[in-house]
């Protein structure tokens, strides 16, 4: 895995979990944080958070389901 592959992941789906984005490249969410947050620094992807996951308030939800990342920059075709 590569930061451009985990940019071109992001773009080509426009929005992703970070779980997701880890199971693709069958790597470990804190593995992958650190390249999104190179390409966020960037300005190609913006993280969103999850205010409200399953709709109780126990905050017990996995950080990889609740961190989103959406492409910023133009949708590949």
Request: charged share 30%; proline share 3%.
């Amino acid at each position: 895995m590569i930061l451009s592959e985990v940019r071109e992941y992001v773009k080509e789906r426009g929005r992703v979990t970070l779980g997701d984005i880890a199971l693709h490249f069958d790597s470990d969410p804190e593995s992958v944080r650190p390249m999104l947050d190179l390409w966020i620094k960037k300005g190609k992807i913006r993280k969103e958070m999850l205010t409200s996951a399953c709709g109780s308030s126990c905050n017990s939800c996995d950080a990889a389901t609740t961190e989103i990342y959406t492409w910023n920059g133009q949708k590949a075709i």
